[in-house]
């Protein structure tokens, strides 16, 4: 069942132009990611917010900005897209299970630049 | 930053069999491991996670957990075609914050 929510699902872009990728969910939870994940299947985490409030902003250029307007929505602005750019980017929302963290992923946004 | 490593990177089974992956990580203080079953197209779906030393079964799912070894495993017995999937061990930062670091994951196929 899916509660965390992604558009679009696909998007291909030139080089240099702006792209924004939108994410809500309807869990309730109160902090949401946005992970990239490679050719490779690799997930890195970019950015976490809990309550609209960044916490983390791994290493990722400056070109990329997270947006929150409150905690059921984060999403990705690219402001000037690079090759290196294409990837899936996922969104997820967790929750406290226990000791630790339960997170639950959307379908993710494929990008392609050309 | 916490560096996972899951082996193998890939895995052909016959239905049926027993299957085991394994996760190593950097940090001892790692607050937990999560495992995800990720199928292509589709998002991670979280399968079981550990915090303590030892086991732990859910149905067909066994993890165990060795921090001095910084060792985690998955098991699935009774492997099933539908089990086919990417499979990734996710580790918790110790920062105190929900961050989790993803190995690579191993690529499993279960042959009917």
């Known amino acids: 069942e899916t509660a965390v929510f992604q558009t679009p699902n696909y998007h291909v872009t030139q080089v240099g132009n702006e792209v924004s990728f939108n994410c809500k969910q309807t869990?309730?939870?109160?902090?949401m990611y946005w992970y990239k994940q490679d050719s490779k299947k690799l997930l890195k985490i970019m950015f976490s917010y809990n309550n609209k409030q960044l916490i983390v902003n791994e290493t990722v250029p400056r070109r990329f900005s997270p947006q929150s307007s409150d905690k059921a929505h984060l999403n990705l602005r690219i402001k000037s897209v690079e090759p290196e750019d294409s990837a899936v980017y996922l969104c997820?929302?967790?929750?406290?299970?226990?000791?630790?963290?339960?997170?639950?992923f959307g379908p993710g946004t494929r990008l392609t630049v050309l | 930053q916490e560096k996972v490593q899951q082996s193998p990177e890939s895995l052909i089974v016959p239905e049926g069999a027993m299957v085991s992956l394994n996760c190593s990580f950097s940090d001892s203080a790692s607050q937990s491991i999560w495992w995800y079953q990720q199928h292509p197209g589709k998002g991670p779906k979280a399968l079981i996670?550990?915090?303590?030393?030892g086991n732990k079964k859910e149905g067909r799912l066994t993890v165990y957990l060795n921090r001095a070894s910084l060792h985690v495993s998955l098991h699935i017995k009774d492997s099933q075609p539908s089990d086919s999937a990417v499979y990734l061990c996710a580790v918790s930062s110790n920062t105190g914050y929900q961050n989790f670091y993803f190995g690579k994951g191993t690529s499993l196929t279960v042959i009917p």
């Open positions: 996670s550990i915090f303590s030393n």
């Open positions: 997820a929302s967790s929750y406290r299970l226990g000791g630790s963290y339960e997170q639950y």
């Open positions: 869990l309730g939870h109160d902090t």
